[in-house]
């Protein structure tokens, strides 16, 4: 008998906000794509099936911000042992390269890789072999050489990222400049890490463009220098920017994620338009844990599994340009599936530095990963 599909995902309460679903339906691949959303679809019509009852069924997830330039960035972490083993089908590199070591990035990490790994490129030509990689001193903003290296590898390099140390004013501004210029070059967005005190926050949000990112928007930030001012309201650049399109991520990281400063933040209505981890050597293994520990926090929050849901796979899916094939399960679509299960019971989550730590009634788990049509089994990697 010759199957009509490759895999049918049976079952399971289907969540995605690019087609209005939130139900038990059944999804099927072929040829890895998805194939056909429907309330029933008959197992026989399929070589192999999984019983997805009792657990939700979404887009794979999609993570705007991580560190995956294992053995040379500092901050690396090996990509599939921590993303697509645990629901992340896609991820972005928040700058891990630069213009001279992302060949090296591509060659030995991003090739080999199961997890889909997208870049933003350093402004840095070194990339985050150091923690400011090496900006201190400014000649390593190199414009010709990261928009010559993006254009390069436009299928991959997404854009530049700019974490720039607090160096004098002009200094920074400088950096900074360089940084917009360079994505400006290759046709790519930027993404901005919010920190350090040279210029004043509200400066840097005015530079943001349409499309562009701003990472770490809800850190802990004492005295103003964050998206809220010293009385906790939410700057007014940050409303305009965010009207005019700029994108404000969370990029939880190991010191990047405040519940207070999105608690004031999300009362005034002002909610992330993302949702990331900023997965680094410094976090897997205590406080971020993996972007479905991320995402159980915005249930913790008040949010709806619908939108957490969103803000990790159809939301992001914009930002990168992605939306007719990733983030969503409509027909056509390349075939990624994350299985997942809302638990119940009594679970401590940490904001960045433990400065809170909550008793969550929910969370998310992995139960399995799909992408392109094929179940993600580590031994088989």
Not at 22 to 32: E, I, K, Q, T
Not at 316 to 334: D, F, N, Q, Y
Not at 345 to 374: M, N, P, W, Y
């Amino acid at each position: 008998m010759a199957h009509r599909y490759d895999l049918i995902v049976s079952g399971g309460r289907v969540i995605d906000s690019s087609q209005g679903i939130d139900d038990v339906r059944d999804v099927a691949l072929s040829d890895g794509k998805v194939a056909l959303v429907a309330e029933y679809i008959t197992a026989e019509q399929a070589r192999d099936a999984i019983d997805a009852a009792g657990t939700i069924v979404t887009p794979g997830l999609i993570d705007l911000h991580t560190h995956d330039f294992w053995g040379a960035s500092h901050y690396g972490v090996a990509p599939d042992t921590v993303h697509i083993a645990k629901g992340v089908t896609t991820v972005v590199d928040a700058g891990s390269a630069g213009a001279l070591t992302f060949p090296a990035f591509r060659r030995y990490v991003i090739d080999r890789a199961q997890t889909r790994i997208y870049a933003m490129l350093n402004i840095s030509a070194m990339g985050m072999v150091l923690g400011y990689a090496g900006l201190e001193d400014t000649r390593w903003a190199n414009v010709e050489e990261a928009v010559r290296v993006g254009r390069e590898h436009r299928d991959i390099v997404l854009g530049v990222k700019a974490r720039i140390p607090p160096l004098p004013t002009q200094s920074y501004r400088g950096v900074l400049r360089r940084a917009i210029e360079a994505a400006e070059g290759m046709d790519g967005i930027f993404m901005l890490h919010l920190g350090g005190t040279s210029i004043p926050v509200a400066e840097r949000l005015n530079v943001l463009r349409p499309g562009d990112v701003l990472t770490h928007s809800f850190r802990h930030s004492p005295g103003g220098n964050g998206i809220l001012d010293s009385e906790g309201k939410v700057l007014e650049e940050a409303w305009t920017a965010k009207e005019r399109g700029g994108v404000f991520d969370v990029g939880h990281g190991k010191a990047s994620f405040s519940f207070e400063t999105m608690e004031h933040a999300m009362a005034q209505g002002f909610f992330p338009d993302t949702i990331s981890s900023d997965l680094h050597i410094g976090n897997v293994d205590r406080t971020v844990y993996d972007l479905l520990t991320t995402l159980s926090k915005f249930l913790q929050l008040g949010m709806t599994l619908d939108e957490v849901i969103r803000l990790g796979t159809e939301a992001p899916s914009r930002v990168i340009g992605k939306s007719e094939e990733l983030g969503t399960l409509r027909p056509g679509a390349v075939g990624d599936v994350t299985i997942s299960k809302l638990e119940e019971g009594r679970f401590e989550l940490s904001d960045s530095g433990g400065r809170r730590i909550v008793e969550a009634t929910h969370r998310l788990t992995h139960v399995q990963t799909i992408k392109g049509g094929r179940v993600y089994r580590p031994y088989l990697a």
